[in-house]
């Protein structure tokens, strides 16, 4: 293929990924464009790209410095606002030459009342410290709560909201908060230094895109244990896995100290994922939904994490629900089919 045949090519397919309004377009090498759509993949009608191709197109998705980044640590990821819809770019090395995952944003931040959310959720995000964490697989829109939590501060609230992401997803304004927007690996080495750098800087809310290590973990433990409100999302499928992956993220023989540091501070956690609607045209948020009571606070002490799934079934006076309690209700309400419900939970 010429390198003239694939600009066309990708040009085609983005323009058919805008109108299928399809959540990510992958670019491999030795393949056509793949869209995925509500969830699903859909392979591109035609010749496959050669890695020259797609060297040919990196530099209308990466900079000079992104670049460099790529060719030192093999992936990289990037966001570029100035286009028609948001796109995050990730790069990647294979062994067949560079590979993209483009994934489309929202120029808007959703409003939280159209993510379907429970209204618990939005009343965690009024505490004034403590941690929230937002659970889920990749791709189950967590950065989007997230981000939607922050807007639906901003109009309600005046406080200072530091947001630490990578790379930065949603442009946010300041209204009646003030919000500052820091990017891993631009602006700040890691998610960890730039908490620490946080509460230096008097902010009432830190918001981490992402506790992916022990240091980042750590560090926002501490700053929920210092009278600061926390958001942070987290790859975890459940409410049990989240309390799992936290306290793993220190040493062994300091677990029940962290399961205590983690029972003091914890607010709840929100696991969520994006199931299919009923009518088959886009997805919405299906979600368990974990308060931390007095008794939840017994078992995270305990170690008993096993046993939140019973009480997360029984405290719905709470606000708490457990996922299949939600995709129940859905059901039973017409927003998705139940097969849908079924292959949420297999």
């Known amino acids: 293929m010429t390198s003239a045949l694939a600009t066309v090519m990708l040009s085609d397919a ?13 670019l491999i090498p030795s393949l056509p464009p793949v869209l995925r759509v509500d969830g699903k993949l859909e392979l591109w009608e035609g010749p496959g790209l050669s890695a020259e191709d797609l060297a040919g197109v990196a530099g209308s998705f990466l900079d000079e410095s992104e670049r460099e980044t790529l060719q030192r640590s093999g992936d990289v990821t990037a966001t570029i606002v100035d286009a028609e819809v948001p796109v995050r770019v990730h790069a990647h090395r294979t062994g067949e030459g560079t590979a993209f995952a483009l994934r489309f944003l929202a120029r808007d931040v959703p409003t939280f009342a159209e ?13 004034p410290h403590g941690l929230i964490v937002l659970a889920g697989p990749t791709g189950s829109g967590k950065s989007t709560t997230l981000a939607s939590l922050v807007a639906l501060m901003n109009e309600e609230s005046s406080r200072k909201i530091v947001m630490i992401e990578d790379p930065i997803e949603y442009r946010l304004r300041s209204k009646r908060s003030i919000i500052v927007q820091r990017q891993v690996g631009r602006d ?29 973990t750590s560090s926002a433990i501490t700053a929920a244990e210092t009278g600061h409100l926390v958001l ?36 709840g956690v929100v696991a969520q994922r994006l199931v299919e609607r009923a009518s088959g045209s886009g997805r919405r948020a299906a979600a368990e939904v974990l308060i931390v009571t007095d008794a939840v606070r017994h078992m995270i002490r305990d170690g008993k994490q096993h046993q939140l799934p019973t009480v997360m079934a029984t405290g719905r006076q709470f606000g708490m629900q457990t996922l299949d309690v939600d995709l129940a209700e859905l059901v039973a309400n017409g927003h998705i089919t139940p097969a849908t419900a079924r292959s949420a939970t297999s």
Do not use: W
């Not at 993510?115 to 505490?127: G, N, Q, T």
């Open 115 to 127: 993510l379907e959310l429970p209204r618990v959720v939005a009343e965690l995000s009024r505490r």
């Open 188 to 216: 700040v080495p890691t998610f960890a230094h730039a908490v620490i750098g946080a509460l230096r800087s008097d902010p009432d809310v830190i918001v981490i895109g992402e506790m992916r290590d022990p240091a980042t």
């Open 14 to 26: 983005l323009h058919a990924a805008h109108t299928r309004h399809a959540s990510d377009l992958h």
């Open 232 to 267: 942070a999302t987290l790859h975890a499928g459940d409410a049990s896995q989240s309390i799992d992956r936290l306290v793993d993220a220190f040493p062994s023989e300091r677990s029940e100290y962290a399961r205590a540091r983690l029972a003091q501070v914890l607010l």
